[in-house]
């Protein structure tokens, strides 16, 4: 009897639970999500403000940023790629750098080197995007669950009430 229970459930979760109403769901889903806007920067770390400046004014009398990184950056992972950062949501960024790049538009260097606890930074803000949502392959898996989840509480329910009907009626 447990095998023929556990048989119909799986049948009638199978015709619940179908490709195209993971793939409706996550497409409702993701319409309404807001947008997330996202920042990809580049930048030169240096330990003064000495050297901070001193890379200003190279930039400013027409030197290329990314060879500057390459050459001065104390952020070797970055300044191997000319300073270039991925994108982050604003509010990943150290918050002195945040506020520095808020009025930029992309292709502009900061004004003047930005201090955090890890030195100076000069900074140029390269893009900004809205983020992508995740990829349905990402979440199909997680929806697929969770409408199953529901397709079997309501399966149950649906029998219950079935249940209780018949009882009444004997």
Known sequence: E???RSAYLSQEVDKAVTD???RA????????IAPVQEI????IL????EEADKVSTALASGQAFET???ESSADTVSGREGGSLSFLKKEALPA???FAVAGMKPGEVAKAPIQTPL???VVRLDEVRNAPPPSFEELAPRIRQSLESAAIQSIVARLQIGRASCRERV
């Not at 240096?46 to 403000?49: F, P």
Request: charged share 30%; hydrophobic share 40%; net charge positive.
């Open 68 to 70: 500057l990184a390459k």
């Open 46 to 49: 240096l330990k003064t403000r």
């Open 119 to 121: 030195g100076f930074h």
């Open 20 to 22: 195209e109403s993971v």
């Open 96 to 98: 002195e750098i945040a």
């Open 2 to 4: 447990q095998a023929l």
């Open 40 to 43: 990809r920067l580049s930048h």
């Open 25 to 32: 769901f996550y497409d409702k889903q993701v319409k309404a």
